[in-house]
C-alpha cells in the first residue's frame, strides 16, 4: 500500500506560480499511476491531471497552465501551476492506484491528506 503526503499549498496571486508536491511511500513508484484532483468549497472533488510512466493527461481547464511531471529517483510526482486563475482556488489531492484506469475514472484507491491552494485575484 503507498501512502501519499502533499506539500506546496498556500496563496498565490492570480497570474503567479506554485508548485505542488506529492511524496509517495510504501511501494515501488515507477510503475503505479498518479494523478491530482481538487475540490473547491461547495463543488465535487474534480480531476485535475495524472501521469502515467511518461503519458500525460489534463482537464481542459488546466490544459496549458498547469503541467504534471514526477521524479521515480525521489519518489514524488509534481503539479505546476502556471497563471493560476481564482477559479482554480482548491483543496488539491494527490491520488495513485497500479491501474491508469482507476485514476482516470477518479476511483483511485489512496489519496493524500489534501492541500490548499488560494488564488487570489
Known amino acids: 500500500q503507498v501512502q501519499l503526503v502533499e506539500s506546496g499549498g498556500g496563496l498565490v496571486q492570480a497570474g503567479g506560480s506554485l508548485r505542488l508536491s506529492c511524496a509517495a511511500s510504501?511501494?515501488?513508484?515507477?510503475?503505479?499511476?498518479m494523478g491530482w484532483f481538487r475540490q473547491a468549497p461547495g463543488k465535487e472533488r474534480e480531476f485535475v491531471a495524472a501521469?502515467?510512466?511518461?503519458?500525460?493527461y489534463y482537464a481542459d481547464s488546466v490544459k496549458g497552465r498547469f503541467t504534471i511531471s514526477r521524479d521515480n529517483a525521489k519518489n514524488t510526482v509534481y503539479l505546476q501551476m502556471n497563471s493560476p486563475k481564482p477559479e482554480d482556488t482548491a483543496v488539491y489531492y494527490c491520488?495513485?492506484?497500479?491501474?491508469?484506469?482507476?485514476?482516470?475514472?477518479?476511483?483511485?484507491?489512496?489519496w493524500g491528506q489534501g492541500t490548499l491552494v488560494t488564488v487570489s485575484s
Open positions: 491520488a495513485a492506484d497500479t491501474q491508469f484506469r482507476m485514476v482516470r475514472a477518479g476511483t483511485p484507491t489512496t
Open positions: 510504501g511501494r515501488t513508484f515507477s510503475n503505479i499511476a
Open positions: 501521469i502515467y510512466w511518461t503519458s500525460t
